[in-house]
């Protein structure tokens, strides 16, 4: 099934999706005109936005195969988007063959796409979810049976909660997460970063995001960010550039927060 399917229900191909926009950066093909279009005028606004794309995944990839080897064998992946290469379960079932995954989305074409992808994938399940209504992520009866709750579990959150422009709300979002979570879980995030961003173009990259299906877009500075951890252990490095999270190369590891960026961080719930 592909994006030129007419079949696929639940789409308008003239409303770009974020989605779709991130596939883009990252090269994929799966993709409207619509999405193209916003996509390279945010291009235009933030010139290095496909790299940051890219280190954004590369972060999920090291955070996965960090959790994995640690003994981690539950990945709940929130806002997952479309299926590229190095997926969650490919990467945690390198370390761990037994590593159960469940991806999370609310985009027709994410679902449509991942159900294909993982039709002969044991452990591994894909459910319909709005970050907006995490209770109703944690109780889908899907979830709950594929995953044990009363275990420790990896929620990650990659790239999404920006897409929350009320400050508390997000708050309140992956505070639900965390209450829900057993001792022991982990919890991985990442975030736009506003730096010292100039409030021209912080203007227009929220106007642009505006016209997607998510409606909005907001980044957030260090502390703001730092919230979402309340209560839990911040691995090393801490809450720093995606880029600059446990890097393969040490020539990647300088940590720069003057820039507007992504940065994140996977912390530890004590018990």
Do not use: C
Request: glycine share 8%.
């Amino acid at each position: 099934m592909t994006v030129n399917d007419p079949l696929v229900p639940g789409i308008d191909p003239s409303i770009p999706s974020v989605a779709r926009m991130y596939d883009y950066y990252l090269g994929g093909k799966d993709n409207f005109a619509s999405d193209r279009e916003a996509a390279e005028k945010m291009i235009a606004l933030v010139p290095n936005i496909r790299r940051l794309a890219q280190a954004n995944r590369e972060f999920l990839g090291r955070a996965v195969r960090l959790l994995a080897g640690s003994g981690i064998r539950q990945f709940l992946d929130i806002g997952a988007g479309l299926p590229t290469q190095r997926n969650v379960h490919q990467v945690a079932r390198e370390a761990a063959g037994d590593a159960k995954v469940v991806y999370v989305d609310n985009d027709p074409i994410v679902l449509a796409h991942a159900r294909a992808l993982l039709a002969d994938s044991s452990g591994t399940i894909v459910v319909r979810g709005d970050v907006n209504t995490p209770e109703r992520i944690l109780d889908d009866p899907d979830v709950t049976r594929h995953l044990d709750l009363s275990q420790p579990v990896a929620v990650l959150m990659l790239a999404i909660l920006h897409f929350v422009p009320d400050d508390d709300k997000a708050a309140a979002i992956v505070g639900e997460f965390r209450g829900r979570m057993a001792p022991g879980s982990h919890l991985a995030i990442s975030h736009g970063y506003t730096g010292e961003v100039g409030s021209r173009t912080d203007q227009q990259v929220r106007a642009l995001y505006t016209r997607t299906a998510t409606g909005s877009v907001k980044p957030r500075d260090h502390a703001e960010i730092m919230r979402y951890f309340d209560g839990m252990e911040l691995l090393p490095p801490g809450l720093v550039p995606v880029s600059s999270w446990r890097p393969e190369f040490e020539g990647d590891a300088e940590i720069d927060l003057s820039k507007p960026t992504i940065i994140g961080g996977v912390a530890r719930l004590p018990g």
